[in-house]
């Protein structure tokens, strides 16, 4: 079965924030070079010295788009990934301690399973018929929906 456990969906998060705050500082890290390029030139300006003090500037502003670039880049690839775990968060309890989400596809398995684990029904009562779906619909009451990645899990309050 295809159950999530939340302490990896939060480990994930976690990776994802730490990506993005690094190339964020490395932005703002790029953007005081370049903006002490600026000013280094214009100093040399003054005194017609600026051919060094030009290339400086047109390296730091490079390396200023290039930290640009590589910020754009992740936020299109990881950015909804991101969101999307940020807003499970705020839904799922025990998050960072973790909590199991079930596919709502797999419900009615995981209840019996469950039931099977708990000594609720044993071969012994091979006689026995069980409604599972009613079974499931009953024990459904002490979790509740979230979607993830476009599929419907179903997580314990």
């Known amino acids: 079965m295809q159950y999530l456990d939340t302490r990896d969906l939060y480990k994930r998060q976690c990776e994802l924030r ?3 705050e690094a190339l964020e500082q490395d932005l703002e890290e790029k953007r005081e070079e370049l903006a002490a390029a600026k000013q280094e030139y214009q100093d040399a300006r003054e005194e017609d010295k600026t051919e060094e003090n030009e290339d400086a ?3 730091a502003q490079e390396d200023f788009e290039a930290a640009q670039a590589d910020l754009a880049t992740w936020i299109e690839e990881n950015q909804e990934e991101l969101d999307e775990l940020n807003g499970l968060e ?3 309890s025990e998050w960072m301690h973790g909590n199991t989400m079930i596919p ?3 419900w009615v398995s995981y209840v019996q ?3 099977d684990d708990l000594g609720a029904v044993g071969d012994s009562h091979s006689w026995l018929v069980i409604d599972w779906e009613a079974t499931a619909d009953g024990v459904r009451m002490d979790y509740h929906e979230v979607k993830y990645q476009g599929v419907t899990y179903l997580v314990r309050d």
């Open 18 to 20: 730490k990506e993005k």
């Open 104 to 106: 709502e596809s797999e």
């Open 113 to 115: 399973d469950l039931a």
């Open 57 to 59: 500037m047109d390296e």
């Open 90 to 92: 705020k839904e799922v």
